[in-house]
């Protein structure tokens, strides 16, 4: 943007490319992302922020069907009526659907192990009687 002559609007930081971790902290603790980078299109979905797109397509259409991703490419009128959403409280986290389930596979999972082992295990016990 200062390439541009353009502040930066308040609470905006353009930050030059960043360390992963780095990135996340950042992340965690926006209101919303703009980015034209695939991975963190899927970042901002798990930690539940708006995100404005600013490419043609994304590979992960899955978050534009969730409500949770915008594809703006370089439309003016696409960026401002996000921003204006986003400003106006329209764009909501808790709206997002959930794609990439609920968070409780690995529960699911165990669960799942552990019932097969008991019935691995009466299966044996009568087996050897």
């Known amino acids: ?16 490319p960043l360390p992963y971790l780095s990135m996340l ?7 919303a992302v703009v980015t034209d980078s695939g991975g963190m299109q899927k970042e901002a979905y798990f930690f539940e922020k708006p995100c404005l797109t600013i490419r043609e397509e994304t590979e992960w259409l899955e978050t534009i069907e969730a409500g949770a991703n915008t594809l703006a490419g370089s439309s003016y009128k696409k960026i401002l009526h996000w921003y204006s959403a986003l400003i106006g ?3 909501s986290c808790s ?4 794609v990439y389930g609920n ?10 192990i552990i019932e097969f ?13």
């Open 1 to 16: 943007m200062q390439a541009y002559g353009l502040p930066n609007p308040a609470g905006v930081v353009v930050a030059p």
């Open 25 to 31: 902290q950042l992340m965690q603790h926006a209101k």
């Open 89 to 91: 409280g329209e764009l």
């Open 95 to 98: 709206n997002f659907l959930p």
């Open 103 to 112: 968070g409780s596979a690995a529960e699911k999972i165990v669960e799942y």
């Open 117 to 129: 082992f008991r019935k691995a295990s009466l299966v044996l016990s009568i087996r050897s009687k």
